[in-house]
């Protein structure tokens, strides 16, 4: 559990600087939703890049945005080292 916080807190500092995401929320389960310019694309990519996120653009409430699930340190890494790459 400790382990899983720490990676929710280190991820939620680090996704904001991120292309493309305009807004982390705040959570205080084991994923974070991240709100990003174009919710669609980023997910292809990141499916494509053997990264497997939750799209929940197309619910009403939470259109534009990606569901993540905080993984260990190393899983964390590497979703991060990915999207840094990631061109709109």
């Known amino acids: 559990i400790e382990e899983i916080v720490?990676?929710?807190e280190r991820l939620?500092?680090?996704l904001p600087t991120l292309p493309s995401v305009?807004?982390?929320?705040?959570?205080k389960a084991n994923f974070i939703l991240v709100k990003t310019?174009?919710?669609?694309?980023?997910?292809?990519y990141l499916i494509?890049?053997?990264?497997?996120?939750r799209n929940?653009?197309?619910?009403?409430?939470?259109k534009g945005c990606l569901r993540i699930t905080v993984g260990t340190?190393?899983?964390?890494?590497?979703?991060?080292d990915v999207w840094k790459k990631y061109k709109l």
């Open 6 to 8: 720490n990676e929710r």
């Open 73 to 80: 340190k190393d899983e964390n890494d590497i979703l991060i």
């Open 37 to 44: 310019q174009n919710a669609n694309s980023l997910y292809t």
């Open 56 to 62: 929940r653009d197309s619910e009403h409430e939470c």
């Open 22 to 27: 305009l807004k982390v929320y705040p959570s």
């Open 48 to 53: 494509k890049n053997g990264i497997v996120v």
């Open 12 to 14: 939620s500092k680090v």
